[in-house]
């Protein structure tokens, strides 16, 4: 198995989880290729530059001191180290030099230009299976592309 995946960054409103997220992460790493990284219940999105690419993160945000904001999490599929650079500096050329940011459900009907890329295609079922911790997720949630774990 590979070391490197290639993905996206998800952020949901908390109101909509309704379950203990370190437990889903946990069951859900433990069946499944995909994996999900970096859970933050109290978080917010961050753009980190890595040798002229941009790549989606997510930290802790610290301004907030209940959990009444969002949560983001990684959601990620194995890929050829060697095709990483490759795949972000893609996905940052279709996003026009920024992060591209749209729905769940755009991403999961085929509707986005990501589906265009064959590196990506396990994430529809990624995102379908975590539908199935988080109801609600798919309608509810954003995702900012491209995550990437070198």
Not at 44 to 66: F, P, Q, W, Y
Request: proline share 3%.
């Amino acid at each position: 198995m590979s070391n490197s995946y290639i993905g996206v960054r998800v952020e949901v409103v908390s109101r909509i989880v309704k379950t203990d997220l370190c437990r889903v992460v946990e069951q859900y790493n433990d069946n499944n290729e995909s994996q999900l990284f970096d859970l933050y219940t109290n978080g917010k999105i961050t753009v980190e530059r890595k040798d002229s690419m941009l790549i989606a993160r997510g930290e802790e945000d610290k301004r907030k001191k209940n959990n009444g904001g969002t949560v983001n999490f990684a959601v990620m599929v194995p890929i050829e180290h060697k095709e990483v650079n490759r795949i972000v500096q893609i996905i940052n050329v279709l996003g026009n030099g920024r992060l591209i940011r749209e729905r769940v459900n755009t991403f999961v009907n085929g509707n986005s230009t990501l589906n265009k890329l064959p590196e990506l295609d396990g994430l529809i079922t990624a995102l379908n299976t975590v539908e199935t911790y988080i109801p609600g997720f798919v309608r509810g949630g954003w995702y900012y592309a491209p995550e990437a774990n070198f």
